[in-house]
């Protein structure tokens, strides 16, 4: 088996070929991935109807921010931004989709997970209150 290992947030992340298999196999049947990632998860590939079960006002009250210099975008709870020092941090549930030119959520490509990965290497910092760990995602 061919493994790629990616270290995120200090966590060992890996992707192996079975996800790449999967992916592929169920976009010829239609089937949507994304993304998800909380502070008591690692990052996992989901299908689009899972995403309610992690973030559950995903496609309701969430809110959205493109990453830049992407198609790529982050749904989250916007109850779960903590504001500390002018800078906001995404404290919960994090749901990593994309969207076509039509505005209809399609599947993510192994590229994009691997861009979201970087991603939050740039961004992703453990946060302390009251001698707790509290792993964020920082919006800035």
Same mark, same amino acid.
């Given at each position: 088996m061919n493994n790629t290992t990616r270290t995120i947030r200090s966590e060992e992340i890996t992707i192996d070929m079975r996800v790449l298999t /999967?992916? #592929?196999?169920?976009?010829?049947?239609? #089937? /949507?991935y994304l993304a998800a990632i909380a502070p008591n998860m690692e990052l996992t590939v989901i299908t689009l109807d899972e995403a309610p079960d992690i973030l559950p006002c995903f496609d309701e009250d969430d809110a959205c921010v493109n990453i830049p210099d992407s198609t790529l975008m982050l749904c989250y709870n916007p109850a779960q931004v903590l #504001? *500390?020092? +002018?800078? =906001? $941090? *995404? &404290? +919960?549930?994090?749901i990593l989709m994309r969207i076509d030119m039509d505005g209809d959520i399609i599947s993510l490509s192994m590229d994009e997970l691997y861009r979201f990965q970087k $991603? *939050?290497? +740039? =961004?992703? /910092? &453990? *946060?302390?209150?009251?001698d707790q760990k509290l792993p964020c995602i920082c919006m800035e």
């Amino acid at each position: 088996m061919n493994n790629t290992t990616r270290t995120i947030r200090s966590e060992e992340i890996t992707i192996d070929m079975r996800v790449l298999t /999967i992916m #592929e196999d169920g976009r010829k049947n239609g #089937e /949507i991935y994304l993304a998800a990632i909380a502070p008591n998860m690692e990052l996992t590939v989901i299908t689009l109807d899972e995403a309610p079960d992690i973030l559950p006002c995903f496609d309701e009250d969430d809110a959205c921010v493109n990453i830049p210099d992407s198609t790529l975008m982050l749904c989250y709870n916007p109850a779960q931004v903590l #504001e *500390l020092g +002018g800078k =906001h $941090y *995404l &404290t +919960g549930p994090v749901i990593l989709m994309r969207i076509d030119m039509d505005g209809d959520i399609i599947s993510l490509s192994m590229d994009e997970l691997y861009r979201f990965q970087k $991603y *939050l290497a +740039g =961004h992703s /910092i &453990t *946060l302390m209150a009251d001698d707790q760990k509290l792993p964020c995602i920082c919006m800035e």
